[in-house]
């Protein structure tokens, strides 16, 4: 049977297990009438000495119900206003049962899960890297708000809070034991209930223990409270730096900021109010529907295996050749033996693959130094990469990854000439960045075991792989690319063959965008601000001087000369600046001696002078908001070209792969949701008004209108 249950032990003790219908508890529907009626019976009951709350799954409590926070509308806010109040006051109660009320934290409590633990006097977790405790709120674009904002000021003050409210920030229980999250840890799972039980033992008449720190007369705040001279001379700066970081385009961490200064400004119970009010305002914002879509519900589709064919068991790498040991394959020899697979690094001479292996050494001794891992595992993690020139070291790899020189004669041949070292079933992917998969097969012997796994770089930072199908691309090299992205603890997506594939394709538009309106006349340094104010990380200027002018120079000769049609890319006004920069001026990018922007030795960088001469008109009248939008919706259309012609084959896959590969603002919940919340209609009608002024390239795609008139969204 399924619920809450009870058991009185001898003592006079009451354990509380919480065993809710599903995977998880959570607060479901299900959850307020089942704690309510506990907590009846827990007040009504004769001789009780104490409360134990345990959970009988794997987590403790999950937290929030996600499906239900996405459906909070204006006309049912206020009902979901009194159901977060109504739940909280459930959980106040159990915070002031006559008797000491001990958590026995067994598994992951994040959000609500920890807020319920908050409820409790006191909290003994089992001290496993399992047991993940914080506020992930943030993250969706919510806030803690079953007392966990309030309370966590309470418990560690404002400074101390930050990382964990503004940030999300998730603990082991020994760092949130120091934290002062919780009270106590135990090393083994059979210890923790005995220890909670002891606990409420030796405190059932311990009038000051069964009491909160908010209800504790004369408690003080760590930090102080807001008008203590500290904390009061930080709040404007607070409130600053995050607006500069979130460029106020996140309410929720705002929010949370206003309901921590008011935390310590007003009573507890008027806070929890605020609180609830705060988590109410922020249900009912398009950012936070856009994030808890893209962020949970299509991330776990997507690492659920949503995209990789079903009928194929699970594919595990174990030993994988990477062709080139240079900025790309050192990355990827890298994570796949942090991930426990042999690599076999392979560059042209014997120099060259040390070098590609002395990276990973580089990265590791940095992770020993910061006290990340020990001596022993990073010595285990290198033995796993053998550097090497010989071509007999890759034989019987299962997954040989080539990324070589951006060059498809040497890449044919290098196909041709190790693909025979492949253990039988293994298969051959290509890291490149901007040649046709469906190309690059043609050297290939078997087609079907070709695939594209495109990494971003730095690879041990960038969370996402881009698989590419080629055109004969089989299931099980989609299987095992798939698997082994998930082995090295990346996101996969799965895209269909195109020039750019879908992130460098979609990316390019905002540098095209970027790039035109330099050629129109826009101030470079209002163009760049632009671009960041919309949510991109940096702006099209600056990011096109990193990747390079000269890059997309060569992949337009190198498309030129394979023959490939890329008149679909309407790129003649980026092709002209170019031209400019480099045949003029020799401006290749940062790497090329500079670009747009110089670069100082210092890292700092200023906007080349004679940029403004050739293409700055002060008396160009473009607005902000057209400027932002010219730069966002180009993407976006891009995006759903993509899911139009095929090129996406979810839309997940293209909400996750925008904010992941290329910077997508979070806000959006990625290029395609952001159509959703933003309205398909209203969408339609603004891309007209661009489109009329600026050209038609700003046309909605038809699949906006042909939802719209069918009341769908892109899901
Ligand atoms: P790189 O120039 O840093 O490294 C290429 C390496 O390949 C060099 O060490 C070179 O010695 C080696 N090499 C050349 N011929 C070889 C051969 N026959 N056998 C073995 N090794 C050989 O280049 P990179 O930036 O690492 O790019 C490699 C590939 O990854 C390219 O296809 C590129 O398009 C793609 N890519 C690059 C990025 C990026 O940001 N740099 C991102 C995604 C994909």
């Not at 995209?307 to 194929?312: A, C, E, L, M």
């Not at 096109?544 to 002018?549: C, G, N, P, T």
Request: aromatic residues 6%; contains cysteine.
């Amino acid at each position: 049977m399924t619920g809450f249950h009870y058991d009185k032990d001898a003592d006079g003790i009451v354990t509380v297990t919480m065993d809710m219908d599903g995977p998880v508890n959570s607060m479901s529907a299900e959850f307020l009438p089942l704690l309510e009626t506990t907590i009846d019976r827990l007040e009504a009951e004769d001789g009780l000495t104490g409360v134990v709350l345990t959970s009988a799954k794997k987590t403790f409590f999950a937290g929030g119900d996600l499906n239900m926070l996405c459906q909070v509308t204006e006309d049912k806010a206020d009902e979901f206003f009194q159901g977060v109040e109504a739940t909280k006051a459930a959980m106040r109660r159990l915070e002031k049962l006559a008797v000491p009320v001990a958590a026995a934290i067994n598994g992951a409590a994040l959000g609500g899960g920890l807020e319920l633990s908050l409820a409790c006097n006191h909290r003994v977790a089992w001290s496993d890297k399992s047991v993940q405790l914080g506020f992930p709120e943030v993250t969706l674009g919510l806030l803690p708000g079953g007392g966990g904002v309030v309370k966590a000021i309470y418990l560690m003050g404002l400074m101390a809070s930050n990382e964990y409210l503004l940030e999300g920030k998730r603990v082991v229980p020994a760092k949130a034991q120091q934290a002062g999250l919780i009270d106590a840890t135990v090393d083994s799972l059979d210890e923790l209930l005995p220890a909670a039980k002891a606990w409420v033992t030796a405190h059932k008449d311990d009038e000051a223990a069964m009491t909160q720190p908010w209800d504790t007369k004369g408690y003080k705040i760590p930090g102080g409270n807001a008008n203590s001279p500290g904390v009061a001379q930080m709040l404007p700066a607070a409130a600053a730096m995050l607006q500069q970081k979130t460029r106020g385009l996140l309410p929720a961490p705002a929010k949370i900021l206003d309901i921590a200064v008011a935390a310590m400004r007003v009573d507890f119970e008027t806070a929890m109010r605020i609180e609830s009010r705060g988590l109410t305002y922020l249900a009912l914002t398009p950012q936070a529907k856009n994030m808890i879509n893209t962020f949970f519900f299509q991330m776990n589709q997507i690492n659920g295996g949503a995209s990789r064919p079903k009928d194929v068991p699970p594919q595990k790498t174990q030993k994988v050749g990477v062709l080139g040991a240079g900025m790309m394959g050192q990355g990827i020899a890298y994570v796949s033996a942090m991930a426990g697979i042999e690599v076999i690094l392979k560059d042209i001479s014997q120099e060259a693959a040390d070098k590609g292996k002395a990276y990973s050494e580089k990265l590791l001794a940095k992770r020993v130094e910061r006290g990340r891992m020990t001596e022993e595992k990073a010595k285990a993690v290198l033995d796993l990469i053998v550097p090497t020139a010989a071509n007999e070291d890759l034989q019987g790899c299962d997954l040989i990854i080539e990324a070589v020189f951006e060059n498809i004669k040497l890449k044919h041949q290098i196909t041709g000439e190790l693909e025979g070292y492949l253990a039988e079933g293994g298969i051959w992917g290509s890291n490149t960045s901007t040649l046709p998969i469906t190309q690059l097969a043609e050297a290939s012997r078997d087609a079907n075991n070709f695939i594209g796994v495109h990494f971003f770089s730095p690879v041990d930072k960038m969370p996402l792989v881009e698989i590419i199908m080629g055109e004969k691309t089989g299931d099980l090299a989609l299987a095992k690319a798939f698997d082994y992205a998930l082995q090295i603890r990346k996101t996969p997506i799965v895209v269909n063959d195109s020039l750019g594939f879908f992130t460098s394709r979609t990316f390019g538009t905002f540098i095209d965008e970027g790039v035109r309106l330099l050629s129109e006349g826009m101030h470079p340094v209002r163009i760049d601000n632009l671009g960041k104010a919309v949510g991109m990380p940096v702006g099209p200027l600056a990011v096109y001087d990193e990747v390079s002018l000269e890059l997309s120079r060569k992949a337009q000769e190198t498309w030129e000369e394979m023959g490939i049609d890329t008149s679909g890319r309407d790129a003649a006004v980026a092709r002209d600046v170019v031209n400019t920069m480099i045949g003029e001026h020799g401006r290749g990018g940062r790497h090329h001696g500079g670009g747009f922007y110089e670069y100082a030795e210092d890292g700092s960088k200023a906007i080349w002078p004679p940029l403004l001469d050739i293409y700055y008109k002060p008396d160009l009248d473009i607005s902000d908001q057209d400027a932002k939008d010219r730069m966002l919706f180009r993407q976006v259309i891009e995006a759903l070209r993509c899911l139009e012609e095929g090129v996406l084959r979810t839309v997940a896959d293209g909400n996750i792969g925008s904010i992941m590969g290329i910077g997508a603002p979070v806000w959006t919940g990625g290029l395609i949701q952001f159509v959703n919340t933003y309205g398909l209609e209203r969408f339609i009608n603004r891309c007209d008004e661009l489109a009329g002024h600026y050209g038609e390239r700003f046309k909605a795609p038809n699949c906006v209108s042909e939802k719209c008139a069918a009341g769908e969204l892109f899901t």
